[in-house]
């Protein structure tokens, strides 16, 4: 990986902690971040259906977790098959340090909130999960995959609201420190480890994907 995009990844990590340090002050030190706390909250509790909101974190918590730890940890023993090690290290690290730094935050109260809810470890799991997920799938990840992947971290976050475990701003700060860890790791491992297809591949077309893959296991696109 070229030094200029280690340091975009750098910058993106120290705005992502910024921004995450950001939402847990504004989210309980100011009204309009208590407000608009509550209000979405409300929301989740009240506009969604009950089956809906219970499923959602069923979901969230714990199946979401329980299905792709193993299936992160499998293709990442596989890539180190390939010797693609950054990736392998990448898919692995990021889940594990962003649930590790959360479930420190949230013992040693650091933002004087009280009580041991922000940042949600169930929901900075999930989400670490699939970004580790993504990163150590065998194929580029295209922008149809990017979406799935949106849908699926937007379902965790809700799932992990929607039963009273958390509030938003619990799921928000877990979701920026997950791109804090992630865009940390991609500048330290390098290897273009965010695993991005260039393009979508057209139907019929060859595998242009695994065209890219002949020559270095860690590059890609």
Request: proline share 6%; net charge positive.
């Amino acid at each position: 990986m070229p030094h200029r995009d280690r340091l975009r990844w750098a910058g993106l990590a120290v705005a992502a902690a910024a921004a995450f340090v950001l939402t847990a002050l504004a989210s309980t030190r100011t009204g309009v971040g208590v407000s608009v706390d509550e209000a979405t909250r409300n929301w989740v509790l009240n506009e969604l259906p009950g089956p809906l909101r219970q499923g959602l974190d069923r979901l969230a918590r714990p199946l979401v977790i329980v299905v792709l730890a193993p299936g992160v940890l499998v293709l990442a023993l596989l890539a180190l098959v390939r010797r693609g090690w950054r990736r392998a290290l990448a898919g692995v690290v990021i889940p594990g340090a962003a649930t590790f730094i959360a479930l420190e935050l949230r013992v040693r109260d650091t933002f004087g909130i009280g009580g041991d809810a922000f940042p949600s470890n169930h929901a900075a799991a999930g989400l670490g999960l699939l970004v580790g997920m993504a990163v150590v799938w065998p194929r580029p990840v295209t922008r149809h995959g990017l979406v799935a992947l949106g849908v699926a971290a937007f379902c965790i976050g809700l799932g992990n609201v929607s039963w009273y475990a958390h509030l938003p701003r619990d799921v928000v700060g877990s979701a920026l420190l997950v791109v804090a860890v992630a865009a940390a790791t991609f500048a330290v491992v390098g290897g273009d480890s965010p695993n991005l297809a260039a393009e979508v591949p057209s139907r019929g077309s060859a595998d242009p994907a695994g065209s890219r893959h002949s020559g270095d296991p860690d590059r890609v696109a």
